[in-house]
């Protein structure tokens, strides 16, 4: 009818193989640091993706889309009796949107790279009786970045993440 119309289907056989790791170190139980208490974490992943089989031409040997290479998340909590503050650090490596490994978008922002991104959170909260008040700042360097791309609703095209942003929570325990 003259009409363009959009098919989803399988591209074919992929294989996808990484190392995922978890390291939690609580560093105040190694070093005597009297009320003092320090926590460090790792969590990072590596993994290797592509499609070994495709009926489609110049899909065989690909990344599988929406799969980073590297994605590492890591943090440090101190904490002084009752306050307690984080740092969290995250980096998530590029990743394709589509099998053919398009590099820059299509007219419609559809397919494209997903670039890498580094995010910096900070977050705090002090406890006292049955009261707890959280606040934190998110994306601190204000980076501007994307994970994301529709294809409907708002876009087409990126949906970029927030910029730098807070937030403040009051807790009471009844």
Do not use: W
Not at 23 to 44: A, P, T
Not at 61 to 81: D, H, I, R
Not at 131 to 145: A, C, M, Q, R, S
């Amino acid at each position: 009818d003259g009409n363009v119309k959009s098919e989803r289907t399988n591209v074919g056989d992929a294989i996808i193989f990484g190392l995922e790791s978890f390291i939690f170190c609580d560093i105040s139980k190694l070093i005597n640091l009297g009320k003092f208490q320090i926590n460090s974490y790792i969590n990072s992943s590596i993994i290797n993706s592509s499609y070994i089989r495709s009926k489609e031409n110049g899909i065989t040997g690909n990344n599988v889309e929406f799969v980073p290479k590297y994605n590492t998340k890591v943090g440090l909590s101190l904490a002084y009796q009752k306050l307690v503050c984080q740092i969290h650090f995250s980096h998530v490596a590029k990743q394709y949107t589509d099998a053919t490994n398009a590099y820059d978008n299509d007219l419609g922002g559809i397919i494209g790279l997903i670039p890498s991104y580094n995010i910096l959170d900070i977050s705090s909260n002090y406890s006292f009786k049955r009261y707890k008040i959280e606040f934190g700042v998110n994306n601190i360097l204000n980076k501007k970045y994307f994970t994301r791309r529709a294809t409907g609703y708002p876009g087409p095209g990126i949906i970029p993440d927030p910029v730098i942003n807070g937030y403040v929570t009051f807790e009471i325990k009844i």
